[in-house]
C-alpha cells in the first residue's frame, strides 16, 4: 500500500519570503499523480497543484512550485512571496493511475500547519 | 454549478444516537468519496463508490455505512454514535479518469457526547 509523509508538522514563514514544505511517499507503481491540497481555517479542501509522475517538468502554479524527485520519492512545495492568506494546513496527497478495482483513492499524508507571520 | 454539498455543517450527537451525513454532487461525477479528518492525521477513506450501486469500503469503515441509489447522492450513516466518531467528515467527488483532484465538499463537523 502506498504511503505519504509529512514530516514536519509545523512551519512559520515571513511575509513575502519563501517556504519549502517537504513531502516523501512510498510506492511500487511507476505511474500516479501527486498532489498539495491546502486547508484554511473555513476547512474547505482547496487543490493547490498537481504533478504527473511520467513528466519530469515540476509543475507551477503563480506562486507555487513543486519539486519532484522521482528517484527519491519526494515531491515538496514551495510557497514564493508568502502571503497572509497563505496561512492554512496543508496536505500532501498521492494518487495511483494504475487500475484498482476503480477505487481512484487519494492517500494523504498527515499535514503541516504553516503560520505566515507578517 | 453548486459542486459537492454536504449537510449538515455542524452536529451534536450523543452516544448511541444515529444520524445521515448528507453529501449531493451536481458534476455527474462518477466517483465519490467519504473520508474523516482528526487532528494531526490528515485524510482517512471511510467508504467510496465508482458509480451508482456500487460501494467498497475504505481504510476505516466500522461503525459507518453508505449507500448510492443515484449517481448525485452519496450519505453516510453513523448506526450508533461513539466518541470515537468525533470528526469532521468530508465528501469528495471525482469524474474519474482524469489527473485532477477531488471536488470537495465543505465538511461536517460532528461531535458525539
Known amino acids: 500500500a502506498q504511503t505519504v509523509t509529512q514530516s514536519q508538522p509545523e512551519m512559520s514563514v515571513q511575509e513575502a519570503e519563501t517556504v519549502t514544505l517537504s513531502c516523501t511517499y512510498d510506492t511500487s507503481e511507476s505511474d500516479y499523480y501527486l498532489f498539495w491540497y491546502k486547508q484554511p481555517p473555513s476547512r474547505q479542501m482547496i487543490l493547490v497543484i498537481r504533478?504527473?509522475?511520467?513528466?519530469?517538468q515540476n509543475a507551477t502554479e503563480n506562486r507555487f512550485s513543486v519539486n519532484f524527485q522521482k528517484a527519491a520519492k519526494s515531491f515538496s512545495l514551495k510557497i514564493s512571496d508568502s502571503q497572509l492568506g497563505d496561512a492554512a494546513m496543508y496536505f500532501c496527497?498521492?494518487?495511483?493511475?494504475?487500475?484498482?478495482?476503480?477505487?481512484?483513492?487519494?492517500?494523504f499524508g498527515k499535514g503541516m500547519k504553516l503560520t505566515v507571520n507578517p | 454549478n453548486a459542486g459537492v454539498t454536504q449537510t449538515p455543517k455542524f452536529r451534536i450527537l450523543k452516544i448511541g444516537q444515529s444520524m445521515t451525513l448528507q453529501c449531493t454532487q451536481d458534476?455527474?461525477?462518477?466517483?465519490m468519496y467519504w473520508y474523516r479528518q482528526d487532528p494531526g492525521m490528515g485524510l482517512k477513506l471511510i467508504y467510496y463508490?465508482?458509480?451508482?450501486?456500487?460501494?467498497d469500503k475504505g481504510e476505516v469503515p466500522n461503525g459507518y455505512n453508505v449507500s448510492r441509489s443515484t449517481t448525485e447522492d452519496f450519505p453516510l450513516r453513523l448506526e450508533l454514535a461513539a466518541p470515537s466518531q468525533t470528526s469532521v467528515y468530508f465528501c469528495a467527488s471525482l469524474s474519474g479518469g482524469e489527473g485532477y483532484g477531488y471536488t470537495f465538499g465543505s465538511g461536517t463537523r460532528l461531535t458525539v457526547v
Open positions: 463508490s465508482v458509480g451508482a450501486g456500487i460501494t
Open positions: 458534476m455527474n461525477h462518477n466517483y
Open positions: 504533478q504527473e509522475a511520467y513528466k519530469q
Open positions: 496527497a498521492y494518487r495511483s493511475l494504475q487500475y484498482q478495482g476503480g477505487s481512484e483513492k487519494l492517500v
